[in-house]
DNA sequence: TTAATCATGTAACACGTTACATGATTGC
DNA sequence: GCAATCATGTAACGTGTTACATGATTAA
């Protein structure tokens, strides 16, 4: 569920067409939930069905007619409701699903060279993200004075720390992960 | 595509039922990857539509009766491509999807009382994964007797490894996390 | 001036989740 | 002997992914 979430929390700064709120999602969110483009048209036609979005067709001449959305009441109080939710389901939240550790499983059948080959990979990629990474505070701190509410970027900000932790996790398990793999077998 | 494989390298260990394969999966593979009993069967019946896969149906009388399945050489060539696919993408495999995360950066929109019973929830759902993990290992060693192959059991832990270090990763996000949330506002 | 890409979406299909069904078997 | 649960699945629905459509605008 934390699409219309993700799509109500976002509405939540102000309305937006599909176009916007698709955009506002990769800069914010999409670190930790991808979302299509076409979810988010589908999502947001639902959420209307549901009576949580208003939306109003806006003409425009110059580029393809738009639809604006704005949260409703009804909306509004279902994020409140999700994000207070006493029975949340944390440890299903926090569950991992990870297509490479599917691959690092059954090592064992690749051979040991193309496992080496994949877990340097997966090292590079760690090293990477926390490049990224390390830009993001600044973008947030950018975004933040828009915003300029310093209680919202606090949580953003911690965001960006768990992914830094994350792939600092990882890559700590990656050079471990390539050490064992050369282990004379 | 993790789940046809997950089961592709199940099956290579050996002939199974859907039912043994459900429990095989939820007993090695579901720290990194929770499938239905559903979506086993359903992949079951596709993969063989596909070729990957054949099966026999085996009569009981004392219980209901099983359809046991074994990879075809489509199957196992299938398999071992995607281990060793040198194309794999293993950034996009690498990637989060965090229904928490999305929580938590809506956090200050909950209230900081809201939030910071949130982030203490997570803490304790680390310690306990942690304990649990710490079990793992053992139990690995005892299941590599009957598999007897060092080779395997070396990447099975490996992935163990993993969960250890990500919910230890969590746990010390979690601790600055909660100090955070506790800053005057 | 034509190829790429932006801006705005829609459609079809693959995959994941929840709920249900039915006959043993085991524990109290 | 009755309730719980094991053993074997099926059906319906919700969510995610891939591919396509169409008219501006911009870059070579």
Redesign the pocket.
Request: a positive charge; proline letters at 3%.
């Given at each position: 569920?934390?699409?219309?979430h993700g799509i109500l929390g976002l509405l939540n700064y102000g309305p937006m067409?599909?176009?916007?709120l698709?955009?506002a999602f990769k800069d914010s969110l999409s670190f930790f939930?991808?979302?299509?483009?076409?979810?988010i048209?589908?999502?947001l036609?639902?959420m209307e069905r549901l009576g949580w979005l208003s939306s109003e067709q806006v003409i425009?001449t110059?580029?393809?007619?738009?639809?604006v959305y704005s949260l409703t009441e009804e909306g509004e109080s279902e994020l409140k409701n999700w994000l207070t939710d006493p029975e949340a389901d944390v440890k299903n939240a926090m569950s991992v699903?990870s297509a490479f550790l599917m691959r690092v499983f059954f090592g064992g059948e690749m051979g040991n060279a193309n496992a080496h080959k994949m877990l340097r990979a997966i090292r590079d990629e760690c090293i990477a993200a926390i490049t990224a990474l390390g830009r993001v505070d600044g973008s947030i701190s950018d975004y933040g004075e828009v915003v300029s509410d310093i209680n919202k970027t606090k949580y953003w900000k911690l965001t960006a720390l768990f992914g830094q932790s994350y792939y600092q996790a990882m890559l700590g398990w990656a050079e471990k992960a390539i050490a064992v793999s050369e282990e004379k077998e």
């Open positions: 569920m934390s699409l219309k067409t599909g176009y916007e698709n955009k939930w991808q979302a299509q483009t076409s979810q048209y589908r999502e036609n639902n425009q110059d580029k393809p007619n738009k639809r699903r």
